[in-house]
């Protein structure tokens, strides 16, 4: 990848596309727009971009139907979703089937092109709502039946580290003042966030397990 | 910012005496008289204990009722008793709230008034002018001003309100009432004990010149006052007990508007809520959800709604809509687990509440974000802005109070406040309350 990324928008709104496209200005080259999983789905077969910024809700289903399409082929593809709802079920399912970025549609412009510039890196975007949900999923819940009795603890627990660093992204921090807040640097917390990342897509909690069977995903 | 109600203090501060009660009175509505804010004097008839003319000096200059109540009564003293015609003339000149004119000023365009009265004075006057002529001894002396007290009691009953009138009316009842009603069997043995006392002390009193003890005249004096208990006592009573249901009915009054302005306060910032968030019908469910709730606990189970039935996400939940709604500043609330509300919880809640409009108020940061996290032994919630900060070493008077009520509410319940702030780095306010045993717990999400 040299200079801005290349970017694919995948949203059902033209006016949500334009407006995006016209904002981010020359932040991004924006190289593709498609408004359902069909149309997106081969567009971004054709074209291969950077980062894709998908939808959640889009009309011919979810957009994790289009992440788990495109992903086999060209896993070189990275995915951003974006979404006006803030429902755990929407997030965690397109996060599952493997996006590697979650922010909400109120986001400001140079937050969004910062996002599109770290997920391109390959790094990991939660918003402080998806720091939040994380939380709560792998929140510990001894005595409770929700967790399976042969959960991986190297996959089913968030380390006292990956909680701070949730935590104050759940607060608003940036990248950059969690890593003064918490004396590391920005490429550890950057780390610590895609481990987090990992967990999340792989891990067999119930909590995780359930939102993503809510939405026809396994 | 413009300060209206010193606009028209300023603006209205000769009005009273240019032409107030004398002459022409003011007539502008009266709910136009703000409390301690100026406007045109007026008794105020709601809150009175004789004629409301310490009542409408107090809301009229804003002091306390009883603080003119007491100068009042001591420059009456101090002047020996010249206070109190002064009184009665302000009670006659002075308008009550929502008349248009003073008992004075009615009485002087009350033609058939005046004209009764004067034929009251004659027929008086000539009834004395006859006493006089049988009675040598008759105490013509004090008796003839009466003529004129006679006159201008009629005029001032002619034109007093009902409401006034019926005080009057239970001032004067021994005098005039007690022949009118048809006393039962019990009052006459009463009152011709209390005769029988009256006339014997007097006389008693009368014949104790100079020959008898000196005991004499104070049993005379025991024989009177007793006599006076008797005759008066049950109306003292009833004066009394008309007070207490007169306080009781006003104290109704009063409860009543409280509620009307509460249901109609909390009931009118939802619907506004309700058309800001008309777009996501998820919202306004939950919204007219909880306004149901709360108007329902309150209303039927006078429970107070901030502890109601609440789990700590919806007091967080609450928190946001309010400051949103309020101080138009985006709060971004994230809310980890969730627990029942008890009263700890509550202090804590009610402490982020303070951090977060505190935020919205002072530090111009342009969102303001919430964290709350339930842990299993503990409660920790954060209020955090990007906005001016402030130096902690050099910390303004202002700012020491939410330090105080904020730091007080936690630390009474076993809980902990941090603050934490820089110039122009923003404010983060850390709220850490231990989870008593018994709240139940929904900790790792919905399930």
């Not at chain 2, 004209?115 to 004090?142: C, D, I, Q």
């Not at chain 2, 003529?147 to 034109?159: C, D, P, Q």
Request: proline content about 5%.
């Amino acid at each position: 990848m040299s200079g801005v990324p290349r970017v694919v928008l995948v949203d059902d709104h033209g006016l949500f596309r334009s407006g995006v496209r016209a904002e981010l200005g020359r932040q991004v080259e924006v190289v593709g727009e498609a408004d359902d999983v069909q149309p997106a789905i081969d567009l971004i077969a054709s074209v291969v971009p950077d980062v894709v910024l998908l939808d959640v809700h889009l009309p011919g289903g979810g957009g994790q139907a289009v992440v788990q399409a495109i992903r086999a082929a060209h896993p070189s593809v990275r995915f951003l979703a974006l979404s006006a709802s803030d429902a755990p079920e929407d997030v965690i399912a397109v996060i599952r089937a493997g996006a590697r970025g979650y922010v909400t549609k109120t986001i400001s412009t140079p937050e969004l092109a910062d996002a599109i510039r770290r997920i391109a890196a390959g790094d990991a975007v939660f918003s402080h709502r998806l720091a939040g949900f994380v939380l709560d999923a792998f929140a510990s819940s001894e005595g409770s039946a929700d967790v399976k009795p042969s959960f991986d603890p190297e996959l089913d627990q968030l380390t006292s580290r990956e909680r701070e660093v949730l935590r104050l992204i759940a607060q608003g921090y940036t990248y950059k003042e969690i890593a003064r807040e918490l004396y590391i640097s920005v490429k550890t917390v950057e780390s610590h966030v895609s481990s987090v990342l990992r967990k999340l897509q792989l891990s067999s909690r119930h909590q995780l397990t359930r939102w993503a069977a809510e939405r026809r995903l396994t | 910012m413009e300060d209206p109600a010193r606009w028209e203090r300023d603006h209205d501060s000769f009005g009273p005496w240019h032409r107030g009660p004398f002459g022409h009175p003011h007539r502008g509505p009266f709910w136009l008289r703000h409390r301690g804010s100026g406007g045109p004097l007026r008794r105020d008839t709601a809150d009175r204990l004789a004629g409301g003319v310490a009542a409408g000096v107090a809301a009229w200059r804003g002091f306390s009722v009883n603080t003119v109540r007491i100068v009042f009564v001591l420059a009456a003293v101090v002047t020996g008793g010249f206070g109190v015609p002064l009184y009665v003339a302000a009670w006659l000149l002075i308008p009550a709230a929502g008349e248009d004119g003073s008992i004075a000023s009615r009485a002087r365009s009350d033609s058939a008034g005046i004209g009764l009265a004067a034929a009251l004075a004659t027929l008086f006057a000539f009834v004395l002018f006859v006493a006089g002529v049988f009675n040598e001894g008759w105490p013509s002396g004090w008796a003839w001003p009466q003529v004129f007290t006679v006159a201008g009691l009629t005029l001032i009953w002619r034109n007093a309100s009902a409401e006034e009138q019926a005080t009057l009316r239970r001032l004067a009842e021994p005098v005039s009432g007690a022949g009118v009603v048809r006393p039962g069997r019990r009052s006459a043995i009463r009152l011709t004990i209390a005769g029988v006392l009256v006339f014997g002390g007097a006389g008693w009193l009368a014949s104790a010149h100079q020959s008898l003890a000196l005991l004499r005249p104070l049993g005379g004096v025991l024989l009177v006052i007793a006599g006076l208990v008797l005759l008066l006592g049950p109306w003292w009573l009833r004066i009394a007990r008309d007070l207490v249901l007169e306080r009781q009915a006003r104290v109704r009054a009063e409860e009543r508007a409280d509620i009307a302005a509460r249901v109609h306060d909390s009931v009118l910032q939802t619907l506004a809520l309700i058309q800001r968030r008309a777009d996501d019908p998820q919202k306004v469910i939950q919204l007219a959800r909880l306004q149901e709730r709360e108007l329902r606990s309150w209303l039927f189970e006078g429970r107070d709604p901030a502890d109601v039935d609440m789990t700590l996400a919806a007091g967080v939940r609450q928190i946001q809509q309010d400051v949103e709604s309020r101080y138009g500043v985006p709060v971004e609330a994230v809310t980890v687990g969730d627990c029942e509300l008890d009263e700890s919880l509550n202090a804590l809640l009610a402490a982020a509440r303070e951090a977060t409009v505190n935020a919205a108020k002072w530090s111009g940061a342009s969102t303001i974000s919430l964290f709350a996290e339930v842990e299993p032994d503990s409660v920790s919630l954060v209020v955090r802005d990007r906005g001016k900060g402030f130096d902690p070493s050099a910390v303004p008077e202002d700012r020491k109070g939410l330090a105080e009520s904020v730091h007080g509410r936690m630390t009474r319940r076993g809980g902990t406040a941090v603050v934490t702030s820089a110039v122009g780095e923003g404010t983060k306010v850390s709220l850490k309350m231990p989870r008593s045993a018994v709240s139940g717990s929904r900790a790792g999400g919905p399930s």
